[in-house]
């Protein structure tokens, strides 16, 4: 490991969406957006909905949807335990517009409901707005 690299790892609890050497990381936090270089100071903050960009050591990106947990930033190790996350490259476009307009809908339905329901189907249209997000960024490359 080089000073110039952070040993980044991103978590979920179905498996571990990425492992590697990267020269930078942004994630976004409650108070936005933040990019983790080497040697940045020890970091624990939550993570919010979005997309989380790690530049490797080649100089390309690997961007990714998460949809909430928490980072981690050590001595030259960052990990982030995510809710849930996907590579932008794993993602179907096709199901992140369904998945979006039924998140919608929902929550226009239960708008005057239930306040349970209501932040659950708030969360599942973030989650899938993120997708949709870190879709386009990586279409762009």
Avoid: C, Y
Avoid at 109 to 126: C, G, P, T, Y
Wanted: charged letters at 30%.
């Amino acid at each position: 490991m080089s000073n110039l690299t952070i040993q980044f790892e991103i978590v979920t609890p179905e498996r571990v969406i990425l492992s590697e050497q990267i020269t930078q990381v942004v994630v976004p936090t409650k108070a936005g957006e933040i990019t983790i270089l080497p040697n940045h100071i020890p970091l624990v903050s939550s993570l919010t909905p979005g997309v989380i960009i790690a530049k490797k050591e080649d100089g390309s990106d690997v961007i990714m949807a998460m949809s909430g947990g928490f980072v981690e930033v050590l001595h030259g190790k960052v990990v982030i335990l995510a809710d849930t996350a996907e590579r932008a490259d794993e993602l179907d476009e096709e199901r992140i517009v369904e998945a979006r307009e039924v998140a919608k809908k929902a929550k226009e339905e239960v708008k005057h409901v239930d306040r349970e329901q209501f932040a659950n189907i708030s969360a599942k249209l973030q989650k899938e707005l993120a997708r949709e997000r870190a879709l386009k960024k990586w279409r762009k490359l």
